[in-house]
């Protein structure tokens, strides 16, 4: 099945003329090791500067582009302990693009004809999955998208509109404008059950350090008598509001303080727009659950307010919440494994690198980068999570270990279930359990355990026409747990074909 998947790679990859596949290489994802000398080494989490080194050496002219390189190969990642089967496990396999363009339009040109290949991949397997906008992270870069499969086992939120098609990561999600905030009564003490609305506090540092971030958020709202709407910070939209802001560190407040110079310093406040009137036109400082300030008063505040437009929302999504794209929509999360994820680099790795090539003006310019990933081993484990049932594995037609299998009956002869298979014609992959030493109800069984799609059945129905030497009818039992099919076939020919055929473009 692996190997299958591979093929399929290889077939959708080269729809976008990858130009070289680059031999297996190992990876390992912050594993630490020391050679005899005891010298410490951590071998590279990603290949992108290797890769823009290696094409920077090849590569010196636009006319050499576009230049798509790919690998499948073998990763490792230093986890405590393997989570979920194949979902997260020390060892994996995965699939690596990098494209390479002289400009940024040909850079996005190439970016949307990957984007058409992985879905044409991901179609393959007739389930349903989510294209969603993304963060790009320490990856870098200015778009990125992410590859989900629906699961109650994922451990990504996605949100997404029904009405109009918006489809993010939660970490990127946004909402449409809230309502216009409303007087109610308000707390700071995380114990008052009795305020309407309870106001916490998040703060955070620019990469200066010179300026402190407060944000100010409901993080519980009475919604009606007994319900209550818990909320939680959406960072990223602190990120879009400060974009040098630096989330990472541990203790932001005390940063600020040891960096404190009285001349450049500051604080800037951000209130989330359902916060009531009452608090965003008192001064924090007169809050007593927000003392931050050191004792000196020489810095200066720069409050930013919920308005003008656009109006702050600083809360993660939650559904039903309104739509950013459409007036009429409301959102929904769903729990989601990411199975890929591509990333529009620009010259964030080939700049650093001195990665140039000659341009039709013959000025020098940084190369225009990709990076595009897909998990082998995590896809296989989470189409066999999400579609498995109590009998066992439901593999897509297209990874399956045989698309179909033919079951002969203990008293079948196997010259019957061989005509069977030669009336398929080519292209399904089937074959023939001739294990006459297990019972037929065990080898159904153990098709279904296995995830074989299709079974056919040589039983009664079978005998019922005389077997495949007999003038009479003979038919065929077919069976799809995934499609909930049990019929009997005639095994005319071309007519059980027809029927098998008809159920593989469904599965």
């Not at 576009?66 to 396999?93: M, N, T, V």
């Not at 008192?282 to 003008?308: C, E, G, Q, V």
């Not at 030493?437 to 995830?451: K, Q, T, V």
Request: with cysteine; glycine share 6%; net charge neutral.
């Amino acid at each position: 099945m692996q190997e299958k998947v591979e093929r399929l790679l290889d077939k959708h990859m080269k729809t976008i003329v990858a130009m070289a596949q680059v031999g297996e290489v190992g990876e390992w994802r912050l594993f630490r090791f020391q050679d005899r000398k005891k010298t410490d080494y951590l071998l590279s989490p990603t290949h992108e500067e290797e890769m823009t080194s290696l094409v920077a050496g090849i590569c010196k002219s636009y006319k050499e582009l576009p230049l798509r390189l790919y690998q499948i190969s073998r990763k490792y990642r230093d986890e405590p302990r393997p989570r979920q089967g194949l979902l997260r496990a020390r060892e994996f396999l995965m699939k690596d693009l990098y494209t390479f363009d002289h400009s940024p339009e040909m850079a996005l040109k190439t970016y949307n004809e990957v984007r058409d290949a992985y879905r044409a991949f991901f179609d393959e397997f007739k389930v349903p999955y989510l294209v969603a906008e993304a963060d790009s992270g320490a990856m870098g870069g200015s778009v990125s998208h992410e590859y989900h499969l629906p699961s109650r086992k994922g451990e990504d939120v996605v949100i997404s509109c029904g009405e109009c098609g918006y489809v993010a990561n939660e970490e990127v999600a946004a909402t449409g404008s809230p309502a216009e905030a409303a007087e109610c009564t308000w707390s700071t003490d995380a114990a008052d059950a009795d305020a309407d609305m309870r106001i916490s506090l998040w703060s955070g540092v620019t990469a200066d350090k010179q300026t402190l971030v407060n944000v100010f958020y409901p993080s519980a709202t009475r919604v009606s008598v007994g319900e209550t709407r818990n909320d939680e910070l959406n960072v990223h939209a602190i990120k879009k509001a400060v974009p040098t802001l630096n989330a990472g560190l541990e203790d932001p407040v005390a940063a600020w303080r040891e960096h404190f110079d009285p001349t450049s310093s500051k604080i800037t406040n951000l209130y989330d727009a359902r916060l009531p009137p009452s608090f965003t036109s008192a001064s924090y400082t007169r809050l007593p659950s927000f003392t931050l300030t050191p004792a000196s008063s020489t810095y200066t505040t720069h409050a930013l307010p919920s308005a003008p437009q656009p109006r702050l929302s600083t809360l993660k999504p939650l559904t039903t919440d309104p739509c950013p794209r459409c007036p009429t929509g409301r959102l929904r999360s769903t729990r989601a494994i990411e199975l890929g994820h591509t990333f529009m680099l620009g010259t964030r790795y080939s700049a650093p690198l001195a990665a140039t090539v000659a341009t039709p003006s013959d000025a020098a310019s940084a190369l225009h980068m990709g990076c595009y990933g897909i998990g082998v081993t995590r896809l296989l484990g989470a189409l066999a999570s999400s579609l498995a049932d109590a009998r066992g594995l439901n593999w897509p037609a297209a990874i399956a270990p045989f698309q179909a299998v033919i079951i002969p009956a203990s008293q079948t002869p196997l010259e019957d279930a061989a005509a069977v298979h030669a009336s398929l014609g080519a292209g399904v992959d089937a074959a023939i359990d001739d294990r006459a030493e297990r019972s037929l109800p065990w080898r159904l069984a153990d098709a279904d355990l296995l995830g074989v799609p299709i079974l056919l059945v040589l039983g009664r129905a079978w005998h019922r026409g005389g077997g495949a030497a007999a003038q009479g009818e003979r038919r065929v039992e077919v069976q799809c747990r995934r499609l909930g099919v049990r019929a009997e076939v005639e095994a005319e020919p071309g007519a059980l074909s027809a029927v098998v055929r008809g159920l593989l473009e469904r599965l």
